[in-house]
């Protein structure tokens, strides 16, 4: 017999998944469902969800779905194949701040589902022009976040905007009549403002200003990122793990990264045994309907790995590590670029011109194709190669974990290692404190008013220029529990519920066997 089947559990069950064993009690995760082919009415009850949504403003704005019960009972938002255009009804960025929700793409597969917007940082709504933050297709402040199979992109070609015979796209996606610019602008694919935000089998495309981590601790699992100048940057601390990043070309002389990690933040982008690739983007049909991207890709030793936006921050550092990366020949033999002249000048009263004091970029066992070693006899000296007992230190746990004294910043090393000993400080308002410690000296002062870092200690808090009030989460994290949580389109058992087996089928409802 089968049946549909839709109903609310009110008492405790034990969930059987993926050989994981959990216990759900009468505040169960809510099932809604995204599909730009739904008719009725946004928010009701439908087909077996709790509620069903025509768009993606609608579930994630003002009124749609609230924060979910806890983090291991996110509120799960299924979303069905589309392209989805954040800007089409409010012509400004999307902004979400609900806690414990995961966004699932419904068939398995990033490229199904797509969360874009012609959104830039130099457009203007009628108002002001909306900045880097304002361009972002999807901003997501909640903590316990998840997200899997969905791709975010910002789909204006930004290098192209100041194309003589181009205008820029209008924020609803109309290449006719767009305002004309005369410059390059930044174009958010994906702000991330909260903690405990978790991506797998995630896209990310765009050009300049990509993925935006601003704050918090983000985990990128099986992902990949494209664009072409700055493209993954911040002062979140953020881990790429066997992923692939793409350089595309259209920016020549582009970077990766461009980290802002607060001095006092042991970590900020991560990438762990993952691949960087240099692919063209020409003709993609979510970056490049114009046939406008460069059809080559980048030309060997023309790209960077990152530069220090963090120089010209407030308290703002650098960090960006890379270890057992496949590195294509697109990357310059110096590896990393300092972020302007300045920076580089000894009468800069911040640095004495040395960007090691604001920039921690190290790298360990760089290869061609997963074998061959990558020559980094050329690179700048101020970056490091690892040891390997140093390598061995960035595990997922060790970068996401925490001592109580030490907030989520990470674990202070005050005898420092071999290389450097006694450079390691204990003290988070000291700014030699860093993880691991054989970073060194790191200068006080920054570019934007000559600013000092400072915190009360021992008591934890919040790095001064911090301000978003969710983040108060405290203690380890352990991303991929997270994501366990989180059910992948598809069927899964349900047990102790008498003689009845029940399938719950993600793509649409439960139903009875």
Not at 136 to 151: D, F, M, P, Y
Not at 159 to 181: L, R
Not at 491 to 510: D, H, Y
Request: charged share 10%; aromatic share 10%; hydrophobic share 35%.
């Amino acid at each position: 017999m089968r049946a549909s089947l839709s109903f609310r559990l009110t008492f405790c069950v034990s969930v059987v998944w993926v050989g994981l064993t959990l216990t759900a009690t009468s505040a169960r995760a809510g099932k809604y469902l995204i599909d730009a082919s739904y008719a009725g009415v946004n928010g009701a009850a439908y087909n077996g969800y709790d509620g069903a949504y025509n768009s993606v403003v609608a579930a994630l704005g003002s009124g749609g779905v609230n924060s979910g019960a806890s983090a291991v009972n996110p509120n799960l938002i299924y979303m069905a194949a589309g392209t989805y255009n954040t800007a089409n009804t409010t012509l400004a960025s999307l902004s979400n701040s609900k806690n414990n929700i995961a966004l699932i793409g419904l068939t398995g597969n990033a490229d199904d589902v797509v969360i874009t917007s012609t959104l830039d940082s130099s457009w203007n709504n009628g108002t002001a022009t909306l900045g880097t933050t304002g361009s972002a297709t999807l901003q997501l402040k909640g903590n316990n976040v998840s997200a899997l199979n969905i791709t975010f992109a910002n789909s204006t070609d930004t290098p192209y905007i100041a194309n003589v015979s181009h205008q820029a796209v209008s924020p609803t996606g109309n290449y006719a009549t767009g305002q004309t610019q005369s410059s390059n602008s930044p174009a958010v694919a994906l702000l991330l403002q909260g903690d405990q935000q978790a991506f797998q089998n995630c896209k990310f495309l765009g050009y300049q200003d990509t993925l935006y981590t601003k704050g918090g601790r983000a985990y990128f699992k099986n992902c990949y990122v494209s664009g072409d100048i700055d493209f993954i940057f911040a002062n979140g601390t953020s881990v790429f793990d066997h992923s692939t990043i793409n350089l595309d070309g259209d920016h020549s002389g582009g970077t990766i990264t461009a980290a802002s990690t607060d001095k006092r933040q042991s970590n900020g982008l991560v990438f762990l045994n993952s691949t960087i690739t240099a692919n063209s983007v020409h003709g993609n049909t979510v970056l490049d309907s114009q046939n406008a991207a460069n059809v080559n890709g980048p030309a060997a030793n023309s790209m960077y790995l990152g530069r220090p936006w963090g120089w010209q921050q407030v308290g703002g550092d650098a960090s960006s590590v890379f270890i057992n990366t496949i590195m294509p020949s697109a990357i310059k033999n110096l590896g990393w670029l300092n972020w302007n002249s300045n920076e580089l000048n000894a009468a800069n009263g911040k640095n004495g011109g040395d960007p090691s004091k604001d920039s921690r970029y190290a790298e360990y066992n760089s290869t061609t194709d997963g074998t061959t070693p990558v020559d980094v006899s050329g690179r700048v000296a101020w970056s490091h190669q690892l040891t390997a007992s140093q390598a061995a230190a960035y595990t997922v746990a060790n970068l996401f974990s925490t001592e109580a004294q030490y907030p989520w910043y990470g674990n202070g090393y005050p005898a420092g290692d071999a290389n450097n000993p006694g450079t390691g400080s204990a003290n988070p308002s000291d700014p030699n404190y860093s993880w691991p410690a054989f970073w060194g000296d790191r200068n006080s002062n920054n570019d934007t008013a000559n600013a000092t870092v400072s915190q009360t200690y021992p008591t934890p808090g919040n790095p001064a220029g911090y301000t978003n009030p969710n983040w108060t989460l405290a203690g380890s994290w352990d991303p991929l529990a997270q994501l366990a949580t989180v059910p992948e389109p598809g069927t899964f058992v349900l047990f102790g519920l008498g003689s009845a087996a029940l399938l719950w089928n993600g793509r649409r409802k439960l139903r009875v066997s």
